[in-house]
């Protein structure tokens, strides 16, 4: 042990979702070790460890950040231990990796932010979608200006797990925060937007529903008080001028897509229009006046109703070093060396932002009054 | 003459789309004599009139319809003489067929109501993607159940024909109405969303936007008081509880697609997605969890992108009977034989409708609140 000079990571949180996104990426990462794995209930975590090799298992999250000599941890909790397990890692002088919301509200994530600057940590947030080859062409030809400047646009990402009622912790005020999918899968469009586009939302007018008895009820009217968002819209103000409808919710029929992620840009000298869901994704482009063309990406498999939807077929990257798990681990390796950092990362600048377009929206909603961010 | 017993009908209006949707389908209807037609500087009118072989050409519509001896005209003019010619219209007795949107703001649509009501004349208003056959497809289906209880949605109506400035008296705010193209193409969707839905907007969420020097300028803060809205979104509510996106701009690129009519819809037990454009039009359907099926319709012609795009793969039936020109003079046949009206046509109940959602939308822009319908 005294020569092995890789990372050493622990995993806060031991669900389905740490198995898929972060296990099979950081055991397979060369300079990382997964030293020690953590569930509340520890029978998760003896799980994962036995799947994967990983030596310490815990029940308490801080007796592992005390115990397992680690140099980082990943969040993958309920969102409302986002902000506690992060202040504890971050006392540690622990690199933080944090699964997406970044916490519950932008009084929060804000702390977070503050204290991950101070402390000097690796921080990260798990906006998983920003590797995505049809989100990175996008980024790199608008900024080459492609598009021209932005007027309009369009970003949804939906789901149907919630049609059969609010899916766990995340459909929980308490746990998962008000805005629900909101948080959940609108987090990622919002960051994608302003990752995409380079462009600031400053304001917002949105709408929450949560599904009651088989029908939309507006957010303010719900008899469960503890009934997150199913269903949300906002219509968002970016800085350049332009304005862009926002859709996201988890209770949208996808047929049997799986889910959808769909994005169009419009600006006066061209537009994109990306789709990707459970058969694949495709990327088209037009110069104003011009023809569609398909972008072709490796990477971005097409959309192919003959294969069974898959995750796979949504987010080929995942178990590559596109994974952002890989790349914060890279940008630990870069910073124990003293490099310079050269890894972008959608850190809790990224996730601070994020969280505070989520309350304008919750703000708005609940108000009936455009909220500025 | 005594023995023709044809309606006669007279044009209010000789410009391009007049000559597109109005005289070749007025012109083969057995039961129609387009007797008259008139514009201001009467050289369009006189052009039309030897197109169609139309006996009267007049430059005044007072005096077209003081002479003519006509049972309905048609007006067909800039938004800002709708009412008081469709008064001017009602006063004789003439039946009326407006071009949409009905008029400039909620308070002359409301009297053109009124007074079309209170004369027994057959009144349409001219929506003419009502009877585009996927919108008659989801209408049934939506009223036999299959979508279930709506949840969510989309509609956009897009064209491009105002990126080089704007387009006409449509982009005047005297001439066409703030709401701009909210008044040209989103009267369109706002009239589609509630006839397929049999659903009525309560609220909305709007935000306008100017194209001004390159860039897009909330309409607020626009330089010329003059000009109308651009690109337009807004979030409704509607009764039933479902909340839905409407995007509608002459400023969108559209690649070579001429414009995009595209509609979505999500209930509880399934979903629709409509696209038309000047390539043809697709419709496509699921239920919850089930596959995406292609709904074959006579009259919708597939996207195909080796045609040229034009208005008649967009709008398939515009020389049939399904033209609401053909089905106004219909009814006024059927008012005429003293028989029970069997046609329903979209009316000044719904074009006074529509308005009231265009002065709501344009109030909460510039408000920043939501506006009650």
């Given amino acids: 042990m005294v020569n092995d000079k890789r990372i050493r990571i622990g995993l806060i949180g031991a669900s389905w979702f740490t198995d898929l996104w972060f296990l099979p990426v950081l055991t397979s990462h060369p300079e990382v070790h997964v030293a020690a794995i953590c569930s509340k209930n520890g029978t998760n975590a003896e799980t994962l460890a036995a799947k994967y ?71 990260g947030v798990n906006f998983s979608v920003r590797q995505h080859p049809a989100v990175q062409y996008m980024r790199r030809a608008v900024k080459d200006g492609a598009i021209g400047r932005l007027l309009e646009g369009r970003f949804e990402y939906t789901g149907d797990y919630g049609l059969s009622g609010p899916p766990g912790w995340r459909g929980s005020v308490r746990s998962g925060g008000a805005g629900g999918v909101l948080q959940d899968l609108g987090s990622h469009i919002i960051d994608l937007s302003q990752y995409i586009l380079g462009d600031a939302i400053d304001a917002v007018q949105g709408s929450l529903r949560c599904l009651e008895s088989g029908q939309g009820v507006d957010f303010t009217a719900r008899s469960n008080a503890d009934q997150a968002a199913d269903s949300v819209a906002f219509l968002a103000d970016f800085a350049s001028g332009g304005h862009v409808a926002f859709q996201t919710s988890w209770v949208k029929p996808q047929g049997n897509n799986l889910q959808t992620l769909a994005i169009e840009l419009h600006g006066t000298e061209g537009s994109f229009k990306h789709m990707s869901c459970g058969y694949g994704g495709q990327l088209t482009y037009a110069r104003a006046g011009g023809e569609w063309e398909t972008v072709e990406l490796p990477g971005l498999l097409p959309i192919d109703r003959a294969e069974t939807p898959s995750e796979d077929r949504f987010r080929p990257y995942r178990n590559s070093a596109d994974n952002e798990s890989w790349r914060w681990a890279d940008a630990i390796v870069q910073a124990r060396g003293g490099q310079a950092p050269t890894i972008e990362l959608p850190d809790f600048v990224a996730g601070d932002r994020v969280q505070r377009i989520i309350d304008a929206v919750v703000a708005s909603a609940e108000t009936g009054k455009k909220a500025n961010v």
Avoid at 82 to 111: D, S, Y
């Fill in 53 to 123: 090799g990983i030596a310490g298992v815990y029940r308490s999250a801080e007796e592992m950040m005390d115990e397992a000599e680690l140099d980082g941890v990943c969040i993958v909790t309920p969102n409302d231990l986002h902000h506690p397990l992060t202040m504890a890692a971050i006392e540690r002088g622990l690199h933080v990796l944090c699964e997406k919301p970044l916490a519950m509200n932008g009084a929060e994530t804000a702390a977070m932010r503050r204290a991950a600057e101070q402390a000097g940590v690796v921080h």
